[in-house]
């Protein structure tokens, strides 16, 4: 029998998104698929019908006998797979309700964040610095938790970008008094620096 592509709790917690505008993202994603999966039963009704009639005519017209075996085979050969498909379209169904319940739930949270006048695409492209962050805070502290401390990675990802360091700095993932190296933008002078303790080095 065919299963469900995913659970209502692999939704929930597993699929990817730390943030709720990432969630969404996501769970919209995943619903655009299940839509385009519940247009095929349609198709799949049309094309046997049409097999099923060719077939009828073939016999009709009394074509050859091998020209009626061949469509017959094609006919059974659909047939042979209906009820295992069709129970599969009956449970995309109920996936489809589920993700319409938690995109609901998600709209709840989200919207009240939500920039006057953007699209979820837009909100979705400003969270890309949260959604960054609080991975790569949860990577480090997993990592901690594990090991006591996090690997060269994923403090290297931390200080990708001002954001990330500032954040973990702030919570005491990152020690307040570690500082960036910095360098120099013009190609012809090779510098390095590290600034001094009241300096605001987390700007571009």
């Given at each position: 029998m065919a ?23 996501t ?23 049409a ?5 009828e ?10 020209t ?6 094609e006919v ?8 295992s498909?069709?129970d ?26 939500r920039?006057?006048?953007h ?7 400003l969270n ?12 480090l ?6 090991n ?16 990330t360091w500032?954040?973990c ?8 008094d570690?500082?960036?190296i910095?360098?120099?933008?013009d ?10 303790p009241?300096?605001n080095?987390d700007?571009?």
């Amino acid at each position: 029998m065919a299963s469900k592509y995913n659970s209502e709790f692999n939704y929930r917690f597993l699929v990817e998104g730390e943030t709720i505008w990432a969630k969404i993202k996501t769970l919209q994603g995943f619903l655009e698929g299940r839509i385009r999966a519940k247009g095929l039963e349609e198709i799949g009704k049309l094309k046997l019908e049409a097999k099923r009639e060719e077939l009828e005519d073939a016999e009709i017209k009394n074509l050859p006998s091998w020209t009626v075996k061949k469509l017959r085979v094609e006919v059974m050969e659909a047939e042979n797979w209906l009820a295992s498909e069709t129970d599969g379209f009956r449970k995309n169904d109920e996936e489809i309700k589920i993700l319409e319940k938690l995109l609901s739930e998600a709209f709840e949270i989200a919207e009240p964040t939500r920039i006057n006048g953007h699209s979820d695409e837009e909100m979705w492209e400003l969270n890309q610095a949260n959604e960054f962050t609080l991975r790569v805070a949860k990577d480090l502290q997993s990592e901690m938790i594990a090991n006591g401390r996090p690997s060269a990675m994923l403090v290297r990802q931390a200080m990708t970008n001002p954001h990330t360091w500032e954040a973990c700095k702030q919570i005491g993932i990152i020690p307040m008094d570690c500082h960036q190296i910095t360098g120099s933008n013009d190609p012809q002078k090779i510098t390095l620096s590290l600034p001094k303790p009241d300096e605001n080095v987390d700007k571009y």
